[in-house]
């Protein structure tokens, strides 16, 4: 199962926003709103931020947010931070199973 | 506190077999679908398995289908993967992980992941 594709990496200051796509296609992302959002950091296990798109658990801060668009989902963060130095992963539901993104390093600059 | 605690990971050789465990505590385990997930070193995650909440609607994902057979057991509170077959590419760090409450279709508790090295 070929996994979503995301850029390699982004960057920015602290206080700047940055976005990161996730492409699929019209079998996951553009089918289902069931994209979910993961932040990691090294040697941790992921940790959802995003769920359903647009929607954050309790206790995330309303810094993330989340969108989609045809078979693109974003994950933007505002008012970036330096704990925000991580990895990203989106994850979408594809008819009983579930695909994952391909990863993005954020850099806090 | 709602905790996953994975176990059973280790170095196997080449066509062996190997099986992890996952035990649930802090919350009733009874009503979530459970899913196994792994990362090999330095990629993302792969969703490998899930299963409902009375073991009898099953997925898998293409890469371990007909290798890896995923169960639970709601008395123990506990969720097993069975791996056989293994090969150098099954290597990672495989973590357990509860559907959430408000979403059948994220993942919002996780273990802290077991290592798994297939090699001769």
């Known amino acids: 199962q070929s996994a979503l594709t995301q850029p390699r990496s982004v960057s920015g200051s602290p206080g700047q926003s940055v976005t990161i796509s996730c492409t699929g296609t019209?079998?996951?992302?553009?089918?289902?709103?069931?994209v979910s959002w993961y932040q990691q950091y090294p040697d941790k296990a992921p940790k959802l931020i995003i769920y359903?798109?647009?929607k954050r658990p309790s206790g995330v801060p309303d810094r993330f947010s989340g969108s989609k668009s045809g078979n693109t989902a974003s994950l933007t963060i505002s008012g970036l931070r330096t704990e925000d130095e991580a990895d990203y992963y989106c994850?979408?539901?594809?008819?009983?199973?579930?695909?994952f993104g391909t990863g993005t390093e954020v850099t806090v600059l | 506190e709602v905790q996953l605690v994975e176990s059973g990971g280790g170095l196997v050789q080449p066509g062996g077999s190997l099986r992890l465990s996952c035990a649930a505590s802090?919350?009733?385990?009874?009503?979530?679908?459970v899913t196994w997930v792994r990362q090999a070193p330095g990629k993302g995650p792969e969703w490998l398995a899930n299963?409902?909440?009375?073991?009898?609607?099953?997925h898998y994902g293409d890469s371990v289908k007909g290798r890896f057979i995923i169960s639970r057991d709601n008395v123990k509170n506990s969720l097993y993967l069975q791996m056989n077959n293994l090969r150098a590419e099954d290597t990672a760090v495989y973590y357990c992980?509860?559907?959430?409450?408000?979403?059948?279709?994220?993942?919002?508790?996780w273990g802290q992941g077991t290592t798994v090295s297939v090699s001769s």
């Open positions: 992980a509860k559907y959430a409450v408000y979403s059948g279709f994220a993942m919002d508790v």
């Open positions: 802090g919350f009733t385990f009874t009503r979530f679908w």
């Open positions: 299963i409902n909440v009375d073991g009898d609607d099953i």
């Open positions: 019209s079998s996951d992302v553009g089918g289902y709103n069931y």
């Open positions: 359903d798109v647009t």
């Open positions: 994850c979408s539901y594809r008819d009983t199973k579930y695909v």
